[in-house]
Protein backbone atom coordinates (compact mmCIF):
# COMPACT_ATOMS: atom_id res chain seq x y z
CA UNK A 1 0.00 0.00 0.00
CA UNK A 2 1.33 3.68 -0.81
CA UNK A 3 0.33 6.74 0.54
CA UNK A 4 0.88 10.09 -0.28
CA UNK A 5 0.44 12.62 2.31
CA UNK A 6 0.55 16.77 1.69
CA UNK A 7 1.22 19.76 3.93
CA UNK A 8 1.52 23.33 3.80
CA UNK A 9 -1.44 24.58 2.42
CA UNK A 10 -3.58 27.30 4.44
CA UNK A 11 -4.78 31.18 4.04
CA UNK A 12 -2.21 34.03 2.53
CA UNK A 13 -2.87 37.23 0.93
CA UNK A 14 -2.05 37.78 -2.79
CA UNK A 15 1.40 38.36 -3.19
CA UNK A 16 2.29 36.17 -0.74
CA UNK A 17 3.92 33.06 -0.67
CA UNK A 18 3.30 29.13 0.40
CA UNK A 19 5.24 25.76 -0.10
CA UNK A 20 3.54 22.40 -0.15
CA UNK A 21 4.93 19.33 0.13
CA UNK A 22 3.82 15.68 -0.43
CA UNK A 23 5.52 12.77 0.76
CA UNK A 24 4.84 9.39 -0.39
CA UNK A 25 5.36 6.46 1.78
CA UNK A 26 4.54 2.05 1.88
CA UNK A 27 6.05 -0.08 -0.38
CA UNK A 28 7.56 1.70 -2.99
CA UNK A 29 10.34 0.45 -5.45
CA UNK A 30 10.39 3.57 -7.31
CA UNK A 31 9.06 6.56 -8.57
CA UNK A 32 8.31 7.93 -11.55
CA UNK A 33 6.55 11.34 -12.38
CA UNK A 34 5.36 13.34 -9.70
CA UNK A 35 2.78 16.50 -10.06
CA UNK A 36 0.74 18.84 -8.66
CA UNK A 37 -2.84 19.30 -9.40
CA UNK A 38 -5.45 21.76 -8.43
CA UNK A 39 -9.30 22.26 -8.85
CA UNK A 40 -11.04 25.04 -7.65
CA UNK A 41 -14.72 25.26 -6.90
CA UNK A 42 -17.03 24.56 -10.21
CA UNK A 43 -14.09 24.08 -11.82
CA UNK A 44 -12.12 20.90 -13.23
CA UNK A 45 -8.96 19.55 -11.58
CA UNK A 46 -5.98 20.63 -13.37
CA UNK A 47 -2.16 20.11 -13.79
CA UNK A 48 -0.36 23.02 -12.27
CA UNK A 49 3.48 21.38 -12.47
CA UNK A 50 5.32 17.79 -12.88
CA UNK A 51 8.68 16.70 -12.59
CA UNK A 52 10.05 13.71 -13.72
CA UNK A 53 12.76 11.50 -11.93
CA UNK A 54 15.08 13.22 -13.63
CA UNK A 55 14.30 16.53 -12.88
CA UNK A 56 12.92 17.83 -16.02
CA UNK A 57 9.58 20.25 -14.97
CA UNK A 58 6.59 21.29 -16.83
CA UNK A 59 3.95 24.27 -15.66
CA UNK A 60 0.39 25.60 -16.38
CA UNK A 61 0.88 28.73 -18.18
CA UNK A 62 -0.40 30.15 -15.48
CA UNK A 63 1.87 29.79 -13.10
CA UNK A 64 5.15 29.50 -14.87
CA UNK A 65 7.69 32.17 -12.95
CA UNK A 66 5.18 32.09 -10.11
CA UNK A 67 5.45 28.24 -8.82
CA UNK A 68 8.64 25.86 -8.63
CA UNK A 69 8.18 22.29 -8.39
CA UNK A 70 11.20 20.23 -6.74
CA UNK A 71 11.80 16.82 -5.62
CA UNK A 72 13.97 14.95 -3.07
CA UNK A 73 14.29 11.29 -4.21
CA UNK A 74 15.69 10.29 -1.15
CA UNK A 75 12.38 11.09 0.90
CA UNK A 76 10.18 9.78 -1.77
CA UNK A 77 9.15 13.72 -1.46
CA UNK A 78 7.57 16.95 -4.20
CA UNK A 79 7.41 20.22 -2.80
CA UNK A 80 5.47 23.03 -4.56
CA UNK A 81 6.93 26.64 -4.00
CA UNK A 82 4.30 28.72 -4.95
CA UNK A 83 5.33 33.08 -4.88
CA UNK A 84 3.21 35.97 -5.92
CA UNK A 85 0.28 34.40 -5.22
CA UNK A 86 -3.10 35.54 -6.47
CA UNK A 87 -6.97 35.14 -5.54
CA UNK A 88 -7.46 32.63 -8.77
CA UNK A 89 -4.52 30.15 -7.44
CA UNK A 90 -7.32 29.59 -4.71
CA UNK A 91 -7.87 25.74 -5.01
CA UNK A 92 -7.61 22.39 -3.48
CA UNK A 93 -4.25 21.09 -4.17
CA UNK A 94 -2.96 17.81 -4.91
CA UNK A 95 -0.33 15.61 -5.00
CA UNK A 96 0.34 13.17 -7.73
CA UNK A 97 2.42 10.02 -8.02
CA UNK A 98 3.39 7.11 -10.68
CA UNK A 99 5.15 4.63 -8.56
CA UNK A 100 6.32 1.28 -8.82
CA UNK A 101 5.50 -0.31 -5.58
CA UNK A 102 5.90 -4.20 -4.62
CA UNK A 103 3.31 -6.59 -3.43
CA UNK A 104 3.71 -8.62 -0.14
CA UNK A 105 4.82 -11.83 -2.65
CA UNK A 106 7.48 -9.89 -4.56
CA UNK A 107 5.40 -8.78 -7.76
CA UNK A 108 6.00 -5.35 -8.61
CA UNK A 109 3.00 -2.86 -10.26
CA UNK A 110 2.83 0.14 -11.83
CA UNK A 111 0.05 2.54 -10.30
CA UNK A 112 -0.95 6.33 -10.35
CA UNK A 113 -1.73 7.61 -6.63
CA UNK A 114 -3.05 10.47 -5.42
CA UNK A 115 -2.87 12.92 -2.07
CA UNK A 116 -6.06 13.69 -0.22
CA UNK A 117 -5.17 17.21 -1.06
CA UNK A 118 -4.45 20.60 0.86
CA UNK A 119 -6.59 23.97 0.63
CA UNK A 120 -4.76 26.71 -0.49
CA UNK A 121 -6.77 29.89 -0.53
CA UNK A 122 -5.81 33.51 -1.52
CA UNK A 123 -7.70 36.39 0.08
CA UNK A 124 -7.44 39.50 -1.96
Do not use: H
Amino acid sequence: QVQLVESGGGLVQAGGSLRLSCAASGSIFSINAMGWYRQAPGKQRELVAAITSGGSTNYADSVKGRFTISRDNAKNTVYLQMNSLKPEDTAVYYCNAAVVAVKEDGVYYGMDYWGKGTLVTVSS
